[in-house]
């Protein structure tokens, strides 16, 4: 009897110096995620200018821009708690036609895209034709002659051209013409109504 006190005693020693492990619960891998703060569609002008992207992921992240007018700074980073912002610099459009830029953030499984528009440069202006268009330049053209220099009427070859008919109609001031000595091409157009 002495001998089953003994192997009780011994296994009540084993069993209370045992504690129970505790089991940890596995941990939920998080989704990865990517939340645009700003607009996904950004219209700019021409000239230079400088555009702030903001958003937010819990991944590390790259992004990059499918036109070469278009910098990035950053272009990635780890992810963060806070709201991050990618500076986008956007170089002048020098052609006479819009353009689209799309920028592209992948952030592990999940990203986003902003599309930048670029209005075009502005035509240059059509450069004016020296001639006689009108009465009124007609009449601009008689004080130039009276002045001595009529050189803004003249076309590359010295001549002055009539660049449309003319119509004086309802014109009261005309004074006429005193003296000319150059050429005048009427390139059969006409001049009514002049008294």
Known sequence: MKKLIYVFAAMAAILSSCKKEEVKPTPTPTEDSFTLKSSAEVSVVAQASTE??????????????????????????????????????????????????????????????????????????????????????????????????????????????ILNNIDFSGVTDWAGIESFDGIINGHDRYIKNLI
């Open 52 to 161: 702030y992207i903001k958003f937010e992921t819990n991944h590390s992240w790259t992004v990059s821009a499918d036109a070469p007018w278009i910098s990035l700074n950053p272009e990635k980073a780890e992810g963060a708690e806070a709201v991050q912002t990618v500076v986008v610099s956007i170089a002048a459009n020098e052609v006479t036609e819009d353009r689209t830029a799309t920028i592209t953030f992948v952030a592990g499984k999940a990203g986003g895209k902003v599309t930048i528009k670029q209005a075009a440069k502005e035509k240059d202006p059509e450069p004016e034709i020296p001639g006689i268009k009108d009465a009124e330049s007609f009449k601009a053209f008689a004080a130039a002659v009276a002045a001595g220099d009529y050189s803004a009427f003249k076309n590359e070859s010295g001549e002055v051209d």
